[in-house]
């Protein structure tokens, strides 16, 4: 009888969910950026706002303090670090809306997708929407992509500054 008290008892300790792992993004917006104090923080010159982001030296931490387990935010860098400043800020720094699908591009009327590079990957699921799996394409600029499933055309509108060439 004891036996199966306790193992009754094990089992359903087993089947307890796991307690859910709070989002880091609260502990951003109640902390402002850790425990380091202010002062602390203007050293690093990384910034802990978005309107602190001067460039992609800013966007590096110095990492959780001693002793401390780091959480996303301490590590977050460059542009995983400038939209979780954006989150913080309620600013979308990214647009992940859907293209539009609610027609077909053609050669004459190619679906406009902006980038900030000279080339986009776009992910084409047919018109109307999910008519087929999505295929990967890669327009680029002065140059338009054609699903080869359904036909659709798209087409970069780049949105940088010319001549920036810049290479990762």
């Given at each position: 009888?004891?036996?199966?008290?306790?193992?009754?008892?094990?089992?359903?300790?087993?089947?307890?969910?796991?307690?859910?792992?709070?989002?880091?993004?609260?502990?951003?917006l109640?902390?402002?950026?850790?425990?380091?104090?202010?002062?602390?923080?203007?050293?690093?010159g990384?910034?802990?706002?978005?309107?602190?982001?001067?460039?992609?030296?800013?966007?590096?931490?110095?990492?959780?303090?001693?002793?401390?387990?780091?959480?996303?935010?301490?590590?977050?860098?460059?542009?995983?670090?400038?939209?979780?400043?954006?989150?913080?800020?309620?600013?979308?720094?990214?647009?992940?809306?859907?293209?539009?699908?609610?027609?077909?591009?053609?050669?004459?009327?190619?679906?406009?997708?902006?980038?900030?590079?000279?080339?986009?990957?776009?992910?084409c699921?047919?018109?109307?929407?999910?008519?087929?799996?999505?295929?990967?394409?890669?327009?680029?600029?002065?140059?338009?992509?054609?699903?080869?499933?359904?036909?659709?055309v798209?087409?970069?509108?780049?949105?940088?500054?010319?001549?920036?060439?810049?290479?990762?």
């Amino acid at each position: 009888m004891l036996a199966s008290t306790l193992r009754t008892r094990a089992l359903g300790a087993m089947r307890r969910p796991a307690m859910a792992r709070s989002f880091v993004a609260g502990r951003m917006l109640r902390n402002d950026g850790g425990q380091l104090t202010k002062e602390q923080r203007e050293k690093t010159g990384t910034a802990y706002k978005l309107e602190q982001v001067t460039g992609p030296e800013s966007l590096v931490p110095p990492g959780a303090p001693e002793g401390e387990v780091p959480n996303d935010f301490d590590q977050a860098t460059g542009l995983e670090r400038l939209e979780l400043l954006g989150l913080m800020a309620g600013t979308k720094v990214f647009d992940r809306a859907p293209l539009d699908s609610s027609r077909k591009g053609t050669m004459e009327n190619p679906i406009i997708v902006d980038s900030y590079e000279k080339y986009r990957y776009v992910g084409c699921t047919g018109s109307p929407a999910g008519s087929h799996q999505v295929l990967w394409l890669r327009p680029r600029e002065g140059k338009v992509d054609r699903c080869w499933e359904c036909g659709s055309v798209y087409k970069v509108n780049y949105l940088g500054i010319e001549g920036d060439d810049h290479h990762h």
